[in-house]
């Protein structure tokens, strides 16, 4: 038995190494580069009234801003981190290409906890500062019940070079976000 276990570990391990040396390391700065050209054509054609974020290079528009007092984003006080909310949201994912990948648009909208979405989510919905602490968030006050904004991201604070369903690697997104309910 102890023989079979050793055989079945030493095939997991060629496999899995076979496997990973088809995975090419994200280069963010390379990506970035040759995806600024793209995102800026897009923005000037689509976005026009967007700002841009330097820390992230994600631009960003503010709809509308939603319910100033429906949340306040707060730290964890045994980690430090902000606490993830849960949110419900209507939104459409796009390729720049304008092809839509994923959306929901139903009265209910969907519940997420934003701590298992993209980095991009995050960024658009905290706040630039949580208790003195920053956070790469794109607004002052971040995103509340109510708020609609549309993003356009770097593949880096998405799948980056990981082709996830109808999404290719290297792909930067435009997101339009409606936050039904924060909590």
Not at 158 to 179: D, M
């Amino acid at each position: 038995m102890k023989k079979l276990g050793i055989i079945v570990l030493s095939l997991f391990t060629l496999v899995a190494s076979g496997c990973l040396k088809d995975i090419e390391p994200f280069d963010f700065e390379a990506q970035l580069e040759k995806e600024k050209p793209i995102i800026a054509e897009y923005v000037a054609a689509n976005l026009p009234g967007a700002a841009y974020n330097e820390r992230t290079s994600i631009w960003y528009e503010i709809v509308d801003e939603g319910e100033p007092n429906s949340y306040v984003y707060r730290l964890d006080a045994s980690t430090g981190l902000v606490v993830s909310p849960a949110i419900t949201v209507n939104y459409t994912g796009k390729l720049l290409n304008g092809e839509v990948f994923d959306s929901n648009q139903s009265l209910t909208g969907v519940e997420f906890n934003l701590g298992s979405l993209v980095p991009a989510w995050h960024y658009a919905f905290l706040p630039k500062t949580v208790d003195g602490r920053e956070t790469w968030g794109l607004t002052d006050m971040g995103l509340k019940k109510g708020a609609i904004i549309r993003i356009v991201t770097p593949s880096y604070y998405a799948y980056q070079n990981n082709a996830h369903g109808a999404i290719p690697a290297n792909s930067p997104l435009y997101f339009e976000i409606k936050v039904l309910d924060i909590k």
